[in-house]
């Protein structure tokens, strides 16, 4: 079992920054592939962003490309979601999610229970 705490999350206005944690506890954090994922409210849950365990996968949805990067430190066993140029449409709950292979779907084993963040225009 892995457990996932997200934290980070709030309100900002168009433009700022947010930087968003998941922390990881349970089995071993480094061997899993950590996902960045969001629902708007009335919307399903969409991918925003992946990252193998070795880092030498990662990929972005297009929406934040340029503008969110995502980390990890498998030594804090923490991973994190830099979201610069923040827009009202990135609103939304943001979970971290870790799995087997760097999925832009949703086939991972564990998710944590979300953070909001919210973007004022």
């Known amino acids: 079992q892995v457990q996932l705490v997200e934290s980070g999350g709030g309100l900002v206005q168009a433009g700022d920054s947010l930087r968003l944690s998941c922390a990881a506890s349970?089995?071993?954090?480094?061997?899993?592939?950590m996902g960045w994922f969001r629902q708007a409210p009335g919307k399903e849950r969409e991918f925003v962003a992946t990252r193998s365990w070795s880092g030498l996968s990662t990929y972005y949805a297009d929406s934040v490309k340029g503008r969110f990067t995502i980390s990890r430190d498998n030594a804090e066993n923490t991973v994190y979601l830099q979201m610069n140029s923040l827009k009202p449409e990135d609103t939304a709950v943001y979970y971290c999610?870790?799995?087997?292979?760097?999925?832009?779907?949703?086939?991972?084993?564990?998710w944590g229970q979300g953070t909001q963040v919210t973007v004022s225009s």
């Open positions: 349970g089995r071993t954090f480094g061997r899993y592939a």
């Open positions: 999610a870790a799995g087997r292979v760097a999925a832009t779907n949703e086939k991972y084993d564990y």
